[in-house]
């Protein structure tokens, strides 16, 4: 803590004056703010707090993204996987102190560990949006440990209750002889939100757009704005549909960071994968090209993608496109 008041000491000397007011615009200026000071001041590559101080000096409340699991389908604990990670859907997202989270695969169970050690025995509160209820969408749910440890915890779950009701969900997924523990034992609030297609405001200077995406049973993608960055989290969604392609394209539109479904290559998409629901690389490239949001991330990889085949895949990728990168465990992206 010592260190991160002196480094935001150091920075208010350094940018006193001299910081025009940043508007969504300013994106390199963002940048700037986020990695020069640091790096002078330190010598050293800034770490995401560096980046947080340098950036409320700034007067910016930046947004920051984070990913616990990546994985489509089902974990894949396998050695030829662990660069990019085997837990299942789940990416956070911190906007001052509010804290959002995407989908609850087996990676949401990793960042309940996070949390708690953050936390200690501190109360807080988080946003949970869920795109589907597909096992690889809810499975970190009953292993999140926030979940038990605090009543004045509160967990805010936003879903579609087009196919079901969340709280059921969770419910059914804790009932014998699924799991041995009564959801009973969970102690922190929960609260249910029933969201459908279109916009609302979640929180001051916080909107949420959702549309729904091509995909069995149905999947919603989300696109979160604040005033400093928009991120679209875009999973588990087909092409081909003219409508649905329409939509993603249209919910995508000048992103910051769109988040994509990319789970099959395309030739493997072609040969044996019509109808199941999924995306491929060459399609997220069409995706942000054609929205013109400005970085993609790759994401939801098919469980017998290993690192080798998702560093080719971004290599292609490149060709296309060049701000492209593949979701790994712990990777962060400040906007
Ligand atoms: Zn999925
Ligand atoms: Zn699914």
Redesign the pocket.
Known sequence: MRAAASLQRSLAVHYRGRVPVPDRRCHQLREIVSWEPTRQLTGRRPSSEDTKQAALVCGLEPMRIKFWGVRGSTPTPQSENMRYGGNTSCVEVRFGDRIYIFDCGTGFRVLGQQLQSEFGDRPFSAQVFVS?F?W??IQGMPFFRPLYANAESRFLFQCSSRTRSLKQVLADQMAAPYFPVDIGQMKARRDFYDIESGRITIEDGVQLQTAWLN?PQG?MGFRLETKDGILVYAT?NEPGDAAFDKAVRKLAEGADVLIYDAQYLPEEYEARRRGW?HSHWREAVNVVMQSGAKELVLFHHDPDHTDAIIDKVVHEARNYYPKVRAAAEGMEINL
């Open positions: 589907h597909h690889d969408h995909h999947c588990d629901g």
